[in-house]
């Protein structure tokens, strides 16, 4: 099959950017998004013009390294999967597909496709854990633990801080990011004793970090490739009520 | 021309000794202590934010040395570990089925077909209920019993059940349990973050490890970091074969570079071959992706009786279905350790039984699970990697068996260490796969996430305050000094050279063909004569590289392929040392199959008399006769016997 793309092209953050036009065929419909990519990339270092910068790295869905702007869905039209999850067979022969960088004012574009997603890292700096050294745990069943309450807290913990929900949001929110946190650990035991300073300091630091507030259209879950629920924000909400209360 | 030289003199594991359930106590209260005065004056890098790394990082910084860490990866949280999937082994007997630290000592000794050293393997039993603990204690949501309790399931090579787990993604859950606690010390300021930064040299002053050379890999600047020792946790090196289940940025770089500048390379031949992976589609494929080995608790494997069987595997009846596994190896069925289960999937296809468009396949089938158990209760355990699997191929594996195929999974060898986990050069320490130490030539499911966990949390805290201990009247380490000089220079020089070749193909075609040859010749099976034919290869290939490998830009820039070429430039010399150390290696054991020594039946024929080693490499010089140093091991709790899986 045969596909027409333009894709973003911006040297580094100074630059403007553009759109840049390729067509690339001889494409078989069981390769990646990504190995289409890697194709036209190959062929253009051959030529010796400059590829095409974007990043991935484990190809299997989660690392959460890999990010397109596909068609105007973070990580294009499959609904849960990451765009290295993402086939030709979803495109259709002699598709133009438009691809851009993940676009908020928190992820500054590092060259072409790639952004600068280091503000997650200082949210969950904020406090996204639970104060433990190594050393000091009691046994693994002392502190028994509700089956779906584990359950919903392993849903919430399988975030891969990819930043679709950022690049989803109008206003560019990482508030489903932060909620998946708070709810991973506020729904277990352990994670109850700090609960209060993490949904306080990690809220703080996502508006620091220049991402947007929630205002609660859904964009971050529909696009999420992971599937993590809006009832996280609504646990995240009522955390911050009962921290902003509370003394 | 020879190929390697051999040592005199035997390499020595400083392995602790009397009984083997003590030696750990015993050690440990012989080791040296730092006092929490003198740990603030002491520096410390960590290369690698993985299970090892990130474990390692955070429990030195709470400990109060300060701490620089660094990844190539944007940020911490996706180093490869993320991207384990079944479980982590642990001997708690929570099962009741008669578990033990013995039993998991015994079942590691006898899966690494007796090429492990005893006292590690021990220690690394000992820890291992620790590190669930700690999990726990951090918020990994391990799957749990309705009773509130932690569940576990089998794994193979083993006979109870001994493995925790959180669904498909125990690795992802245990890395940002690791992750979390090492943010909790960057945002103390006892750690400091450098992630998008790659280590490219080690720095060694008075034949001490005392820094590193990293590029920024944002900026391109060259960085020089200073520290009282180093840790390298950089993890294994299966992008050696171009596909494997590795990310794609996966690399030997930080341990290679050691490795030349002293560091002894342990076992380099020693690779794991993952029985269940999705097979190969087509020649533009870049990575391979794993189905969990916790399949094999409910899937069967089997090929059809008939060769080259057209029908639909739903259409073909039981009774030409050929149960293979079952069949050979009645006692542990399904669940036979890894090497054994893809050896048996390569005779079945080498004979012509093979299935799918590639013929490079067999079948794992869960209708009998399905049947027994009902769908929900199958997609409740394997959900995640049933969708991984659909994704891919296109196919649903509630309806039709799943097609799988051997891949390149783990690398069981890497740097020498000692007990203390240092390598040959004084401060350096290797932790997780990046050393050779716990897994002899077959690391057993669920062992990986075990080890880099024990390393990180559990050994070097201690360890490396035994080393640091004489360290606490050295001031911070310059790197003004005439050795980060001279390191920087020789980085600085390699990205001129790479970048000045300005050839036609691109890096990844010529890494292409290096992991074809590798797989054809260093795979799955191995003879003397395609070893050797190898070696000519390697040194044919490398030298088409670096006449004509097309690097576009420069080195002041985010450049990826810069960074793959670096990378592959080391694997070429590596793969040298693989093939050397597995035609040397005249033994089959493990994962390590020499063709020309097996039983009748097929079996790995170990030879116990020449080769109870651990084969530990001395780098001489590019393209020079390394020098062989052997370690020799001692079994005394596991008497090595057949491993018999019957």
Redesign the interface.
Known sequence: MKVYLKVWRQRNAQDPGRFVDYTVDGINPDMSFLEMLDVLNNRLISQGEDPIAFDSDCREGICGTCGLYINGRPHGPLPRATTCQVHMRHFKDGETIVIEPWRAKAFPVIKDLVVDRSAFDRIIQAGGYISVNTGQAPDGNAIPIPKEDASKAFDAATCIGCGACVAACKNASAMLFVAAKVAHLGRLPQGRIEARERVLNMLSQMEKEGFGGCTNTGACEAECPKGISLENIAFLNREFIKAKISF | MTLYSISDKKLDGKCPTGPIEKRWTQHKASLRLVSPANKRRLDVIVVGTGLAGS?AA??LA?LGYNVKVFCY??????A?S??AQGGINAA?N?MNDGDSVFRLFYDTVKGGDYRARESNVYRLAEVSA?I????????V??????????DNRSFGGVQVSRTFY??G?TG??LL?GA???L??Q??RGQAV?Y?SHEMLDLVVIDGKARGIIARNL?TGELERHGAHAVVLCTGGYGNVFFLSTN???SNATAIWRAHRRGAFFGNPCFTQIHPTCIPV??D????L??MSESLRNDGRIWVPKKKDDPRKPTEIPEEERDYYLERRYPAFGNLVPRDVASRAAKERCDAGYGVGPSKMAVYLDFSDAIKRMGRAAIEAKYGNLF??YQ??T?ENPYETPMRIYPAVHYTMGGLWVDYNLMSTIPGLFVCGEANFSDHGANRLGASALMQGLADG??VL?YTIGDYLADDIRTPKIDTRHEAFEEAEKSVNERIEKLLSVRG???V??LHRKLGLTMWDYCGMSRNAEGLKKALQIIDDLEDEFWKDV?V??TGK??N??LEKAGRVADFFELARLMCLDALHREESCGGHFREEYQTEDGEALRRDDLFSYVAAWEYTGHRQPPVLHKEDLIFEYCKPTVRSYK
């Open positions: 474990s955070a429990s709470e990866q944007d940020s911490a949280r996706r490869h993320i991207a708690k929570y620790n669930i603990d700690q999990c726990v204690a951090q918020g949501p391990f799957a749990r019993e309705y009773g509130g309790y932690l959180a669904k993604q992802q859950q940002l992750y979390q606690a943010m909790r960057v945002a973050l992630s944002i990310a794609k940025n589609s087509g533009y494929q870049s990575k992706t794993l969708e991984i994704l891919i296109d949390y559990f805290p036609k193909t691109p990844d075609v097309a576009p830009g820039e985010w990826r392929e």
